[in-house]
């Protein structure tokens, strides 16, 4: 799994939970009014509700899944019953991430997409290596289309909103063969690992209706360029 902690659980506690109640705590002693939270759509663990939208039950597989809800309720709380020094209540959004990806991503480590890996092979002459037959499939965001999604939930109004959960994704959906086509014919095959989700695919209507953010960066398109 692309968020595979095991082993480090309370390390990734202390980062995604006590961290991020810290955050909230800091923010709230200084009035401020504004926090993004960047979640993950690991919350849904192995859902079989496609497109998933943000009503699908929450069933992380992975501590960093469970730590990343355990944060949305933070943010949820802050918003609702915890009011600010001064008064009022803190104005949070948390942003469900489906696959991201971009130039200069990091290859190596939990948090790693197939797609750096496939270019680090790239730049270092190696085949690319699919899981299975590589029929799985994933909702590809790029790096821009999030941060530009960060921005709109930091500024926009939202309204009755506040507090609430948002999915960023694509809203589509490719196949890990299909990626690995455009990108090289030299690969291998291996046996898949057990775990893994066949399929990620975000519902992005809520995000679309509530603060007009939709994704511009298509993931077959950026490779080919």
């Known amino acids: 799994m692309a968020a595979e902690v095991n082993g480090q659980a309370l390390p990734s506690h202390n980062t995604w939970v006590w961290y991020g109640l810290g955050c909230l705590l800091q923010l709230k002693k200084y009035n401020c009014k504004n926090f993004v939270f960047s979640s993950s759509s690991s919350i849904y663990g192995d859902t079989t509700v496609f497109p998933t939208p943000e009503t699908a039950p929450m069933m992380p597989m992975s501590p960093y899944g469970l730590q990343k809800q355990i944060g949305e309720q933070y943010c949820e709380l802050f918003s609702k019953y915890i009011e ?74 939202l309204g009755d909103h506040i507090g609430e959960v948002f999915n960023i994704g694509s809203g589509k959906n490719y196949s890990i063969k299909d990626i690995a086509d455009v990108i090289s014919d030299n690969q291998v095959f291996i046996p898949k690992r057990s775990g893994e989700m066949e399929t990620t695919l975000a519902d992005i209507t809520k995000v679309e209706s509530v603060m007009g953010w939709k994704p511009e960066i298509d993931v077959l398109e950026w490779i080919k360029q």
Not at 90 to 113: H, I, W
Not at 124 to 144: A, C, M, W, Y
């Open 84 to 157: 600010l020094n001064e008064g009022g209540f803190m104005n949070t959004a948390c942003l469900r991430y489906f696959n991201v990806y971009s130039e200069d991503q990091k290859c190596g480590g939990p948090y790693s997409t197939v797609i750096s890996s496939w270019l680090d092979c790239i730049r270092n002459n190696k085949p690319l290596r699919l899981d299975g037959d590589g029929s799985q499939t994933r909702d590809f965001i790029h790096v821009e289309d999030v941060a530009r999604a960060n921005y709109i939930a930091a500024t926009a109004d």
